[in-house]
């Protein structure tokens, strides 16, 4: 069997031990052509069950499918099934059980002719708009309000698609497609020779309303968000966009000469329960339909379309009604009457093209048709920032867009994999034509594509041919200073990943150095090269250098950006993360939060950069000690990535999983203060120290280590602790950085358990010597080692220098908590407590 994918909406399944009969293949191959054949139950079910977003049509023989259809008939995939036998009585019984039967044939068309009715009243069902986003499932309704940043960049694609120059390669590409996906169907094959001989550009309209591949292949890689088909199918789309858009001047002139006020088109079909809902939950709110939409004006012939209701209750009765205010409507529109043109021109339709935006007015039963109808309205409302975002990153790009354009575009998405892949397409074309300035571009999206995937060798390699380029490029023109700053400062950014933080900037340096030989001092390249001197600069400890670079950059930004443009997303949330170093959790969350919109309205949903916003949100929630706040940005992360804890990124998932750690410690901390409940806080440590051993078996840094550790010293187990920070001693000792200082902290802890007072002094004198280098005098980790401290001179019958350590914690604590805060209650406590024991003892004294 053939290991291909199914680039239409149905699948069709045949379940026999005499399965192999070419002319029954061929034939039910007119009319559904993805056909999988099984003489084996076992891997017939094993296929079954693995095609989650298949609509499946299902043949089985009677004798198989008796003991067969238990297994599979409650599977959502499942539409319809048959049973193709030589007794229908035998099977008349038992296949009464079973409601998704829809009929018992004994003779090869009697079959062919019911499943060929099906299958034209189930695609009358098909869902006719796409969720262009990380999920694999289809959608008829994307909610505008919730899905911004989704609809945003697949219109920025189509757009960039539509205006990509039309070659031969293109149609050629189209056509290979189509005839690898049909090589078994002798009709639709016959139809595409026809396609390749005779079609021309004012045809688009008449092949896509025919019934044939077109019409099938091009809306499913709409509805699954199917861009590289998408892609291959760019020669036609190109010119069934541009012919719609011509006809609707002359149509709308007509309707607006007739003074018409408003242009009024149905819709019937039928639509799940589940997406009737949506529908229902988005009144007032916009929805985009993002495939070509075929409509009539002839209410009628669109409640026939609606269907009886006779497939409740998995299928509802749809009409939908489409007003459009013709005062307002922009000239060329997205729709026209397509009446002459259409391969069916004996039918009033008026096409509507792709990425149309409606408002939801209504949704109402009509009890006397026994249907729901759904009021839409033609939307021109759009985000304003949004739009000045959209212009923007076209103008960006060349009138007339190349692949390379593509390749940037999914950078921005994230999509790194699909950057690669579109700029590599193109290499072979620029190495025959000689294009270097191309090249150049193609190998550093290609670089930069590999370096976030932490592919960083790969990356440096790319980078490095730029480089090469550049100093080979004999042309008699100028040297190109821009290329070189912007590779300098890849590179750089590679060796920011490997945390070579010298040679980081060491090539940051490089790149503003060959910036300053062309550029302004306020260009927006600089600023992206202040910004990552900034992230550096965090990394290593110093806040305050961080806040200047980033600031520089912020500044710069502002003068040329929009204010959604990714790259002020990127400062904002940079900008959150130094002052959360710095122990600033009210600046914190302003900056996280600015970034969090912003990515929301600008990204597809659930996107890797809305998803590590939500956790520095958390982070900071729990540093505010909203611990239940904080959990439910770390569950929405979860729950985006599918709740599997083995499939995804190990740093990113063990990053997560830490932080759900952290929260559990800082509930047992709370506890231990406000109640001195052990035993409770015991539950929350144990649940704590789940986390932290999860997250080891995915991520073995420092970090991680230090977490156990504390974990640990809370549970009193000094022993297990020491192991997890000798772990780190030979790859830590000697750094200057931060968490040196933690991994100091922590061991002095240790040894406070072992009652080792002199090592835990000189550990806590490290930690202290690193910590004021570094960090600001109000930071947090600065009352912790103090209030550790106090702690240890407690321990060691030393209650003034135990009062002079808790008072400096307190001090610095207050300065950042409000007196509610679970650090600045513990830090009372015990300095209530230790002050209390200097006035018993002088009570005793006198």
Request: aromatic share 12%; proline share 2%; hydrophobic share 35%.
């Amino acid at each position: 069997m053939e290991d291909d994918s199914n680039l239409e909406d149905f699948t069709l399944v045949w379940l026999d031990i005499d399965c192999q009969n070419k002319l029954t293949k061929t034939r039910l191959r007119t009319i559904i052509n993805f056909l999988k054949t099984f003489d084996n139950p076992m891997e017939c079910l094993d296929y079954i069950s693995s095609a989650h977003n298949e609509k499946i049509f299902f043949i089985v023989s009677g004798t198989l499918g008796e003991t067969f259809l238990p297994l599979v008939h409650g599977m959502s995939q499942i539409v319809l099934i048959y049973l193709f036998c030589t007794d229908q009585r035998r099977h008349e019984q038992w296949s009464k059980s079973y409601s998704k039967i829809h009929g018992i044939f004994t003779n090869r068309e009697d079959l062919c002719s019911a499943l060929m009715k099906d299958v034209k009243y189930i695609s009358n069902s098909s869902p006719m708009m796409i969720s262009f986003g990380p999920s694999n499932i289809e959608h008829s309704v994307k909610d505008l309000t919730a899905e911004q940043g989704t609809f945003f960049w697949f219109q920025l694609l189509i757009d960039t698609l539509l205006r990509i120059p039309q070659t031969d390669n293109a149609k050629k590409d189209f056509l290979a497609t189509c005839r690898l996906h049909y090589d078994k169907n002798v009709s639709e094959l016959a139809k595409i020779d026809e396609f390749d001989k005779t079609y021309q550009k004012n045809q688009a309209i008449f092949w896509y309303t025919r019934d044939s591949f077109l019409y099938r292949l091009l809306n499913r890689a709409f509805r699954t968000e199917n861009i590289d088909i998408i892609f291959k199918f760019r020669f036609f789309m190109i010119d069934l966009y541009n012919q719609l858009r011509d006809f609707s001047i002359n149509f709308i002139q007509t309707l607006i000469l007739a003074k018409e006020d408003y242009l009024i088109v149905y819709r019937g079909q039928q639509t799940s329960a589940e997406e009737l809902q949506r529908i229902r939950d988005n009144i007032g709110r916009l929805i985009s339909m993002n495939t070509f939409l075929s409509t009539t004006t002839d209410r009628q012939i669109a409640v026939i379309y609606a269907g009886n209701g006779n497939n409740r209750p998995f299928l509802e009765p749809v009409l939908f009604k489409i007003m459009i205010d013709l005062k307002t409507v922009e000239i060329p529109a997205k729709f026209a009457n397509i009446k002459n043109i259409s391969y069916f021109n004996d039918e009033d339709e008026v096409l509507l093209s792709m990425a149309t935006v409606f408002t939801v007015e209504s949704i109402e039963k009509q009890d006397d048709e026994d249907i729901w109808e759904v009021c839409l309205k033609l939307s021109y409302n759009e985000d304003q920032q949004v739009k000045i975002l959209t212009q923007y990153l076209k103008m960006e790009m060349d009138d007339r867009p190349t692949e390379v354009d593509l390749g940037d575009l999914f950078l921005n998405m994230t999509d790194y994999q699909r950057a690669e892949h579109y700029c590599k397409l193109v290499i072979n074309e620029c190495q025959l034509s000689n294009d270097m300035d191309l090249m150049k571009r193609l190998y550093g999206i290609i670089g930069i594509s590999y370096m976030r995937r932490q592919q960083l060798d790969d990356a440096l390699d790319n980078f490095n041919i730029v480089i090469n380029i550049l100093y080979s490029d004999d042309n008699n023109r100028d040297f190109d200073f821009i290329t070189l700053g912007v590779t300098y400062n890849n590179i750089g950014m590679t060796y920011r990943y490997r945390n070579n933080w010298t040679e980081a900037l060491v090539y940051y340096d490089r790149a503003l150095d060959a910036y300053s030989q062309v550029l302004t001092s306020n260009h927006p390249l600089i600023a992206t090269v202040y910004n990552n001197i900034s992230m550096v600069n965090w990394l290593t400890g110093s806040y305050d250098q961080a806040l200047n670079n980033i600031q520089k950059a912020l500044d710069i930004r502002q003068q040329h950006l929009p204010e959604l443009h990714p790259l002020m997303a990127d400062t904002y949330g940079l900008l959150g993360g130094i002052y959360k170093s710095k122990s600033d959790y009210k600046l914190a969350l302003y900056y996280y939060t600015k970034t969090l919109e912003s990515r929301e309205k600008c990204l597809p949903t659930n996107n890797i950069l809305i998803l590590d916003t939500y956790k520095s949100i958390g982070d900071i929630y729990i540093a505010n000690g909203k611990y239940n706040e904080a959990l439910i940005y770390f569950t929405k992360i979860l729950e985006a990535r599918g709740k599997s804890l083995t499939t995804q990124d190990n740093s990113t998932l063990g990053g997560l999983l830490l932080s759900f750690a952290n929260v559990y410690l800082r509930k047992g901390d709370e506890e231990v203060v406000k109640m001195d409940e052990i035993n409770a806080s015991n539950v929350n440590y144990k649940i704590a120290l789940d986390y932290c051993q999860k997250a080891a078996h995915l991520l073995t840094t420092i970090n991680t280590h230090n977490y156990m550790a504390v974990v640990n010293i809370r549970l009193g187990d000094h022993q297990a602790a020491f192991r997890c920070l000798e772990m780190d001693r030979s790859t830590i000792v000697g750094s200057d950085h931060v968490n040196l200082g933690v991994w100091y902290n922590n061991m002095g802890k240790v040894f406070i358990l072992k009652r080792e007072w002199e090592k835990a002094q000189e550990y806590y004198q490290e930690a202290l010597n690193i910590y004021s280098s570094k960090l600001t005098s109000t930071h947090y980790l600065l009352s912790r080692l103090y209030y550790n401290m106090g702690e240890m001179y407690e321990e060691m019958n030393q209650a003034h220098l135990a009062q002079k350590n808790y008072k400096q914690a307190y001090d610095i604590n207050s300065q950042t908590f409000p007196p509610t805060n679970i650090n600045m209650l513990q830090c009372k406590k015990a300095l209530d407590r230790i002050t209390k024991r200097i006035t018993d003892s002088k009570l005793e004294f006198f």
